[in-house]
């Protein structure tokens, strides 16, 4: 590039710039300054990585209390990547929908990660040091993840998220708060007799009540069902009918299942099984074919729904089986 060529293109940007910076009544002259001043971006600073570094803070001496803490930090940070598509695609009324499916092949891609890699929990760290660990831990639980209900709360209709014993019940409900009261998840933590609600409970409502019933607000006429429903039911929507069928599948059976895999790893068989949770009855609680949750209903059959969360267990058996000897 000789050194005419060189002017040409500098003198091109200077331009660019100078219009840039007029358009917003500012001075060029200053900002260029700034650029003269400015220090390289170095790669540390730009992902802040003492700061994300210095996140990981035991509360005990076991040292799988760390693989404990940072495999939940990825899970949050996955599912921060799926909310931030379900915003891009909250942003648009009507959602084009390869720019839809585009977003949803990623949140599926998330998930699929986050299921393969639980096995970092299930086999990663000695059960004799988790059971310690965890009692300095309590009330928390994964339980209080908020980003959990929010990617419940942008996918679908509150109806179906309420416990399914309710669900009939509750089925012509419309305002939100009441259709938020009956939540499978409070639900299953609350005593039934006494409807006395654990503390896992109470401290995670108090937190995040106020956010959930707003963000439910706001999605209840934009939820990724109503989307589908309003948009794309009548059209030729095939590859997206079943990247949400993917995506209700990951989201609600095999992530759950990868989950509950690891708490029986840990707690069945425990004299402190109950002690060492946010209390819920977890056996009853988190198999997906008792909770029986859908985002997508009108997408799947009754048979499918009647065995939710059951298929994949028998497949499980089946593909076990097959592989002895
Ligand atoms: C050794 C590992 C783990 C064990 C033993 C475990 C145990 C449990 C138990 C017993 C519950 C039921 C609520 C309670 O009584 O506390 C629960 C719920 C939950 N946990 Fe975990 N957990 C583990 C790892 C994780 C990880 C890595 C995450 C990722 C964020 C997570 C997220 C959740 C969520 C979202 C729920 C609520 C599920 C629902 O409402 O359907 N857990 N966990």
Same mark, same amino acid.
């Given at each position: 590039?000789?050194?005419?060529?060189?002017?040409?293109?500098?003198?091109?940007?200077?331009?660019?710039?100078?219009?840039?910076?007029?358009?917003?009544?500012?001075?060029?002259?200053?900002?260029?300054?700034?650029?003269?001043?400015?220090?390289?971006?170095?790669?540390?600073?730009?992902?802040?990585?003492?700061?994300?570094?210095? %996140?990981?803070?035991?509360?005990?001496?076991?040292?799988?209390?760390?693989?404990?803490?940072?495999?939940?930090?990825?899970?949050? %940070?996955?599912?921060? %990547?799926?909310?931030?598509?379900?915003?891009? =695609?909250?942003?648009?009324?009507?959602?084009?929908?390869?720019?839809?499916?585009?977003?949803?092949?990623?949140?599926?891609?998330?998930?699929?990660? *986050?299921?393969?890699?639980?096995?970092?929990?299930?086999?990663?760290?000695?059960?004799?040091?988790?059971?310690?660990?965890?009692?300095?831990?309590?009330?928390?639980?994964?339980?209080?993840?908020?980003?959990?209900?929010? =990617?419940?709360?942008?996918?679908?209709?509150? =109806?179906?998220?309420?416990? $399914?014993?309710?669900?009939?019940?509750?089925?012509?409900?419309?305002?939100?708060?009441?259709?938020?009261?009956?939540?499978?998840?409070?639900?299953?933590?609350?005593?039934?007799?006494?409807?006395?609600?654990? %503390?896992? *409970?109470?401290?995670?409502?108090?937190?995040?009540?106020?956010?959930?019933?707003?963000?439910?607000?706001?999605?209840?006429?934009?939820?990724?069902?109503?989307?589908?429903?309003?948009?794309?039911?009548?059209?030729?929507?095939?590859?997206? =009918?079943?990247? *949400?069928?993917?995506?209700?599948?990951?989201?609600?059976?095999?992530?759950?299942?990868?989950?509950?895999?690891?708490?029986?790893?840990?707690?069945?068989?425990?004299?402190?099984?109950?002690?060492?949770?946010?209390?819920?009855?977890?056996?009853?609680?988190?198999?997906?074919?008792?909770?029986?949750?859908?985002?997508?209903?009108?997408?799947?059959?009754?048979?499918?729904?009647?065995?939710?969360?059951?298929?994949? $267990?028998?497949?499980?058996?089946?593909?076990?089986?097959?592989?002895?000897?």
């Amino acid at each position: 590039m000789n050194k005419s060529e060189i002017d040409e293109k500098i003198a091109e940007r200077i331009q660019l710039l100078a219009d840039k910076y007029d358009a917003m009544g500012q001075d060029m002259i200053s900002y260029l300054d700034g650029l003269l001043h400015a220090d390289y971006l170095k790669y540390w600073e730009y992902i802040n990585l003492d700061s994300l570094l210095g %996140l990981q803070q035991p509360k005990t001496g076991f040292p799988d209390e760390m693989v404990f803490i940072i495999y939940h930090q990825i899970t949050e %940070l996955y599912f921060k %990547l799926c909310l931030w598509e379900m915003e891009q =695609i909250h942003h648009h009324e009507h959602p084009d929908e390869a720019f839809f499916m585009a977003r949803l092949q990623r949140i599926n891609n998330y998930f699929v990660n *986050l299921c393969h890699s639980f096995n970092i929990m299930t086999e990663g760290m000695e059960k004799e040091q988790f059971l310690k660990f965890r009692m300095s831990l309590l009330p928390s639980s994964g339980f209080q993840s908020a980003q959990y209900r929010m =990617i419940e709360i942008r996918a679908t209709d509150l =109806i179906n998220l309420v416990n $399914v014993n309710k669900r009939k019940e509750f089925e012509d409900y419309t305002a939100v708060d009441q259709l938020y009261d009956a939540m499978y998840w409070k639900t299953g933590a609350t005593e039934l007799k006494t409807e006395k609600k654990t %503390l896992t *409970l109470a401290q995670f409502e108090e937190k995040y009540s106020e956010v959930f019933v707003q963000l439910a607000e706001k999605s209840k006429n934009h939820n990724f069902n109503q989307l589908f429903q309003k948009h794309y039911q009548q059209g030729d929507s095939r590859e997206l =009918i079943k990247e *949400l069928r993917r995506f209700d599948y990951l989201a609600n059976v095999e992530w759950p299942l990868a989950h509950y895999r690891t708490t029986v790893r840990y707690l069945q068989k425990s004299p402190s099984d109950i002690a060492a949770t946010g209390g819920t009855n977890w056996q009853q609680y988190l198999p997906p074919r008792f909770q029986k949750i859908i985002f997508f209903p009108n997408l799947w059959s009754a048979q499918e729904k009647e065995e939710w969360g059951k298929k994949w $267990v028998l497949d499980q058996q089946a593909s076990n089986e097959q592989k002895l000897p």
